[in-house]
């Protein structure tokens, strides 16, 4: 291929001058001399060969001479991060940089499905029973079996609130099979509105507050299953499903398989909404990460309100014959309660974080019938999160070394997953990848996991993991205190994430 000179004096290819006929368009081979044209191969790209100074150069080290010392790991090979400008911001307001400039959103799009889908109801109801129903977020208990116990609570009596239930379920089933489309929120919104009707009423039995909590949850789970920008509305309808249990007695009442559970499926997803709520941050403007006394001190001073804090809800309870894998969801509720306590911490309060530490770890959970192939992996990744989180939290706990193996061994259980529907676990662990490697392993099992027909989305904890990965990045090495990077990040997210 015949290349342009460097002289000034020698026609450019590409330009009019020195073509047959200026108004015909140049080819390829003449625009850039780099391509050359084969009628079997079409275009081709052609690379400089080694050493040709005049079509190629190669950058010199930032590097010249090596360092030596404890800083030495962080200049010898200079690395690529993937970040963007609002990581960049938000790095600089995690230094402190920037104290006076505004927090960064993390926000997902609304997915909304523009085509009008309207399936009839009782093709919508069948497909609850066998597809949307899976979808539940539930723990320790089968979702289908749950979506099952829901048809029957809602088939219980003609009354106004089973109505809700129906159409509650309705709801749900349109927006698993079709995304955010405008049937799922009409029918959302009738449900609503039964609900609020039925509020207005004096007093309420215990199946009427059955069916009360069913409807509740499912609208609940409607926010939770899409989680977009417009999907805070979860915590409302968890609130108000709460008080609806105390104030007709349901938690009191003999209990069947049912209401059980009902009972272990909200104190699910109470416990989660805490672990959210104690990481929601209001007034983190210009709150440095990098000087971990300080950042300790401001969480104690301006702890988050709870949502059972609030004088008009409780803290629910499980069931009394919840599944043995709920006594994990009872350490996390521990754990939260532990972190929340002020510092410096005492010597009882050490006490029990070792004893809760030791409770992780010697926790061993029996198999079910309703148990799948994966369900033992993904109880002990719970597990592991549980390990990483409360010694991430209070390093003296525990020996870095040790809680590092607890991260080793759970990215060699990531791969042998081949879904995860319990989001906990995937952001605690998924916030310790370091390399590409493990980066990569986490996003190929959320890949896997929305797969599913009716997998929830993941859509806020990959944008959480990329945005604290980011910082990780940046921070190059600098000591970043883990509650507060955690805060941080929750706290820049439009709505309140759940990781049920």
């Known amino acids: 291929m015949k290349m ?24 390829p081979s003449e625009i850039c001399p780099l391509l050359r044209i084969s009628e079997e191969r079409g275009l081709k790209l052609s690379w400089p060969h080694a050493g040709d100074a005049r079509r190629s150069q190669v950058g010199k080290s930032t590097t010249t001479e090596p360092i030596h010392g404890p800083q030495s790991s962080q200049h010898d090979s200079p690395h690529m991060v993937h970040v963007s400008s609002r990581d960049v911001a938000m790095h600089y307001q995690f230094s402190g940089s920037e104290p006076g400039s505004g927090r960064p959103v993390l926000e997902v799009p609304l ?24 979808a539940l977020p539930v723990f320790g208990h089968d979702a289908s079996e749950l979506g099952n116990a829901l048809i029957r609570i809602a088939l219980s009596g003609k009354t106004t609130l089973s109505t809700a239930v129906i159409q509650s379920i ?24 039964i609900l609020q009707s039925a509020s207005t009423s004096q007093a309420m039995s215990p199946t009427e507050g059955a069916q009360h909590v069913a409807a509740g949850m499912l609208l609940c789970s409607f926010e939770v299953h899409q989680a977009s920008c417009t999907s805070g509305e979860w915590t409302w309808y968890l609130r108000g499903v709460k008080d609806v249990i105390r104030a007709s007695g349901l938690d009191m009442v003999r209990q069947d398989a049912d209401v059980a559970m009902l009972l272990d499926w909200v104190y699910y997803h109470d416990v989660l909404a805490r672990f959210s709520l104690r990481h929601r941050r209001k007034d983190f403007e210009g709150m440095s990460l990098h000087c971990p006394a300080t950042a300790k001190s401001r969480i104690s001073e301006n702890s988050p309100t709870s949502l059972s804090s609030v004088p008009s809800s409780v803290r629910s309870e499980p069931s009394k014959s919840a599944p043995p894998a709920i006594v994990l969801i009872e350490l996390l509720s521990n754990i939260c309660d532990a972190v929340s306590q002020p510092t410096p911490q005492t010597a009882d309060h050490k006490t029990f974080l070792k004893i809760l530490d ?10 079910t019938p309703q148990d799948t192939p994966d369900t033992p992996v993904i109880l002990e990744l719970y597990q592991l999160a549980l390990l990483v989180y409360i010694n991430r939290a209070n390093p003296k706990l525990q020996p870095p070394a040790k809680t590092q193996q607890h991260v080793d061994r759970a990215f060699e259980l990531i791969p042998r997953v081949r879904a ?63 509650l507060q990077k955690i805060s941080f990040v929750i ?10």
């Open 358 to 367: 030791w409770r992780i770890r010697t926790t061993a959970i029996p198999a």
């Open 170 to 193: 309705l709801a749900f089933s349109a927006l698993v099979r079709h995304n955010v489309n405008g049937q799922a929120v009409e029918l959302k919104i009738s449900a609503l509105k």
């Open 491 to 500: 706290s820049c997210c439009r709505i309140l994430p759940t990781f049920v």
């Open 4 to 27: 342009a000179s460097a002289s000034t004096t020698e026609t450019l290819p590409g330009t009019f001058e020195g073509l047959d006929d200026p108004l015909k368009p140049a080819t």
């Open 111 to 134: 997915p909304w499905n523009p085509i009008s889908e309207q399936v009839g109801h009782e093709e919508l109801f069948e497909y609850f029973r066998h597809t949307a129903s899976k």
């Open 420 to 482: 995860c529907d319990r989001q906990f676990p995937v952001f605690v662990l998924g916030c310790e990848a370091r390399s590409d490697e493990q980066r990569s392993a986490v996003l190929d099992l959320i890949a896997r996991t929305e797969r599913g027909v009716s997998s929830r989305s993941f859509n806020y904890v990959r944008i959480l993991l990329q945005a604290v990965w980011a910082q990780d990045d940046l921070a190059a090495g600098g000591e970043v205190d883990y």
